[in-house]
């Protein structure tokens, strides 16, 4: 089984740009991983594709040879979907398919377009990520069904709406100097606390932004980059994925995030390491609730403990394990389809050193992404580390 190196890594800024197409941000996200790996168009063996509602925001469907006549790439190409772990699936599929030694190259990423089906086609759009009959038609969207888990969380286990407010605080804080960030904003508890309320306890200031943008990352078998002599320090060393049900009333739990329990389980048994081992993170923080959900999930902190680690400081930028250095989905932004693959192109630059917040774990040597989709119903998680 061959290891999986990151060779390279590409991201458009995340925000509004209402003129450009999907194609046209892709192109630039994998021209930068293209150029950062150092390789050959044409050494490129396959294309695997995140991407969530395209088909309603451009009424494209059949998206993978697009994207690969848009990477300037002629290989196969896949689209992945599975909500806002699209890309986060394709990854993981990357990394079997390089493992089992059928591809020595292949791009993979994702794409989506947002900002221009404006914030009601946008929230109908990622509404579709939920259970049409039993949910959507109910009137369920993702800010109400975010706010039900965490009123379920404070039920159960306790904690605030200040609570919440410190995460946002410091993943705003973490994406000042990113400069592929859409909010490059500093904000206090105070601006959160008094920010309109989107559903109880949510407000504007838990929730993520509607973004367009791009993410590419170029994976590698160990023995193409030994042959090629490219500098490629971060493997891909642990990948799980888990699942729970579509519904909400259909599950056991709602403070929980059962399909991210397993997939970290999952990909630590397979990376070979254990929480303890983690020193930096990437999660899912679509709202600020599904941070605390997602770093119980991967075991950095007890269940019931990690509503008040942001307030405490253990998972700022200075802190024990400092999660969400890029700003999170939170600050950074949120396009879709894009989110999986920009995660895992955010902590292979922590780890490498060349990211404006690097100097905050400039000695770690093991980080873990969480993507989720929809309410958790599929979640993925990878283990990165610098190889020996």
Known sequence: MSDVRIAGVGLTRFGEFPDRTSR??????????????????????????GNFMGALAE???HQGPLMAEAAGVSAPAT?????????????????????NGETDVLLVGGAERMTNMGTAGATEALAIAADDLWEVRAGMNFPGAYALMARAYFE????????????????????????????????????????PTVSDPIGLYDSCPISDGAAAVVLVSDEY?????????????????????????????????????????????????????????????????????AIESLGLFEVGEGIDAARRGETSHDGAVPVNLSGGLKAKGHPVGATGASQIAELTSLLRGDHVNSEHVEDATCGVAHNAGGTVASCVVHVLEVAQ
């Open 225 to 293: 980059a030994r042959e090629q002599g490219i500098d490629a320090p971060v493997a891909v060393t642990g990948t799980g994925q888990g699942g729970d049900r579509m519904a909400l009333h259909d599950r056991d739990h709602l403070a929980r995030s059962p399909a991210a329990d397993f997939a970290a389980e999952e990909a630590y048994d397979d990376a070979g390491v254990g929480p303890d081992d983690v020193e930096v993170a990437e999660v899912h923080d679509c709202f600020t609730v599904a941070e605390v959900l």
């Open 59 to 61: 009424h494209q469907g």
């Open 24 to 49: 046209d941000l892709f192109a630039e996200a994998s021209g930068a991983a293209i150029e950062d790996a150092g390789i050959d168009r044409s050494d490129v063996e396959a294309l695997f594709y």
């Open 79 to 99: 689209r992945f979907e599975s909500a806002c772990c699209s890309s986060g699936v394709a990854v993981r599929e990357a990394v079997k398919r390089v493992r």
């Open 156 to 195: 159960e286990y306790g904690g605030s709406q200040e609570d919440l407010a410190h995460v946002a605080v410091k993943n705003h804080f973490n994406a000042l100097e990113n400069e592929m960030a859409q909010y490059q904003k500093e904000i206090t508890v105070d601006d959160v606390l008094e920010a």
